[in-house]
């Protein structure tokens, strides 16, 4: 007997059947049961995710001689004679290869026909956006009004593609991509009856790498058993989709964390060199990642087992979520590097070192900044003094001198954090081609007054022309946006100038000036 592949053998013969889709199931039954069908359906979403299979199913339902519930039922004549192909009254057509003008003229000359055998001709168009311009012009006349037994099922991945006159003259139909839960129920029924041992994390994995298809679920579980083994695992599904084992990815976070550059490129090397691949690779790092972040911001992680649980615990205990969340943007844009290169082992390993140099660099600009701002302090004044009495009580001493210079109060309120995500503004701007923002916030810093309110400072003040372009709606508008997608905090901005603080404090100097009855001198450095 012919073998038949997992995704056609267990292709949905009913509604019933079809995983993930009620919302359209559902509007497609009652329709038939109220003998309201339209001339004209677009089933548009994801690959595999069930329109084909639904346009199917309809093209039986609306010709069964016996339905039920607005099921076909899959024995009639009708119903055996569409599933083996051999009713000539439905046609499916691929318009990925059958896209010329001539293909729709074809299908124009024989809607005038009465169906031989079903009560409707049915015209399902797979890939429908692949038609041609003249394609769709000659087909639109008749989309528009086809003689009362003709039914059209349009199907594509890219709705958008298509003319507007075609969309406003078709019932609209949105798949969504099929939950990880519901992908995993329908394969242990598929695994059921094909008698397959697996095991429930592995069938987890192969919901998870599936985003969302049916079909390409269906796809990785048959190259699982092909392999001739008793019983799938975890492990064998990341093996025969080259992904690397969590060992390997749990090594190389951890030495990603602790900025150990060799130890990085060793495990690298050793998941590259085992035959895995890149892009995977990837996509497992960020996944982790993001999983230690989702692990320190409280969630249960149910896929990992004890131990690994144990090992993320671990690692989130070495790092901030500000550094997380930095890591998962670097990879990210690694992997969009990636997408455009030949040499991906080169980009990954270069941009892989960049990472932990940029770490490195900037914990000791956070170190050299610490140091700067507390000599600024103990040079001015500005700095409390804890003094222990000999009856073991503590003596505060402010000494604070200059309490109403509004120039040190923002100096006291450096944040560090927040000079190193402003680089990364600066940064993003420049890289995005907003260069009136950048040229304009150039040699800027910028400091968090609260959790709410960020001050850009200008050191070199701002001009009226900068002022005018910086204020305008818009543009403080693009800058929250960007601090948000790079911190993901909303804030409000406020701009300081620099030099109207300081011209501000000499006026305040030289007013207490004039109230002393003795010389002074002001010396500027």
Not at 475 to 486: G, L, R
């Amino acid at each position: 007997m012919e073998y038949t592949a997992l995704y056609r053998k267990f292709r949905p013969l009913t509604f019933e059947e079809m995983v993930g889709q009620e919302h359209i199931t559902k509007t497609l039954k009652n329709q038939i049961i109220s003998n309201r069908i339209g001339h004209a359906y677009l089933f548009n979403g994801g690959r595999g995710t069930g329109k084909t299979s639904a346009a199917k199913v309809f093209a039986r339902a609306i010709n069964c001689l016996k339905p039920k519930n607005g099921e076909p039922c899959n024995q009639c004549e009708n119903c055996k004679s569409i599933i083996n192909g051999s009713l000539t009254d439905v046609v499916e057509m691929d318009a990925a290869s059958n896209n010329s003008v001539e293909d729709i003229r074809s299908i124009k000359e024989e809607v005038n026909f009465l169906p031989t055998q079903a009560k409707y001709r049915v015209y399902i168009i797979d890939e429908v956006h692949m038609l041609s311009t003249g394609a769709f012009n000659a087909l639109l006349k008749t989309l528009e009004e086809p003689p009362s037994h003709v039914k059209f099922i349009l199907a594509t991945t890219e709705p958008q593609k298509l003319p507007t006159t075609i969309l406003s003259r078709c019932q609209r139909f949105e798949f969504k991509k099929i939950s990880e839960d519901n992908i995993v129920k329908r394969l242990e029924i598929v695994c059921k009856d094909s008698n397959i041992e697996i095991t429930k994390q592995a069938l987890k994995i192969i919901a998870i790498l599936s985003e969302g298809a049916m079909r390409d679920a269906l796809s990785i579980l048959e190259r699982c058993i092909q392999d001739g083994l008793d019983k799938i695992d975890e492990d064998k599904v990341k093996e025969l989709v080259g992904i690397p084992k969590l060992i390997y990815i749990n090594k190389l976070v951890k030495n990603l964390i602790e900025e150990e550059i060799e130890g990085v490129l060793q495990i690298l090397e050793e998941i590259i060199n085992d035959g895995k691949d890149i892009n995977n690779l990837i996509w497992e790092i960020i996944k982790y990642i993001k999983d230690i972040l989702l692990y320190k911001a409280g969630k249960k992680l149910e896929i990992y087992n004890e131990e690994e649980l144990i090992q993320i615990k671990e690692l989130s205990e070495q790092i901030s979520k500000e550094k997380l969340m930095k890591f998962i943007y670097e990879l990210s844009e690694i992997e969009n590097t990636i997408k455009w290169s030949t040499q991906k082992n080169i980009i990954l390993q270069t941009g892989l070192i960049k990472l932990c140099t940029q770490i490195k660099t900037t914990e000791i600009e956070e170190l050299k900044n610490r140091i700067d701002e507390l000599e600024t302090r103990i040079n001015n004044g500005n700095i409390k003094i804890n003094i222990k009495k000999s009856d073991g009580e503590t003596e505060k001493i402010n000494t604070d001198k200059n309490n109403n210079n509004q120039v040190q109060k923002i100096k006291k309120q450096v944040n560090l954090k927040t000079e190193e995500y402003w680089k990364e503004v600066l940064n993003y701007l420049k890289t995005n081609g907003k260069m009136v923002l950048y040229s304009n916030l150039i040699n800027t810093k910028a400091v968090e007054l609260d959790d709410l309110t960020l001050q850009i400072i200008f050191p070199n003040g701002l001009t009226t022309f900068g002022k005018s372009m910086l204020e305008r709606s818009e543009n403080i508008n693009e800058i929250k946006k960007i601090i948000s997608i790079i911190t993901g905090k909303q804030m409000q901005i406020k701009y300081i100038d620099e030099k109207v603080c300081n011209e501000l404090q000499k006026d305040n100097i030289e007013e207490v000036i004039k109230t002393l009855d003795v010389p002074v001198n002001i010396i500027e450095e």
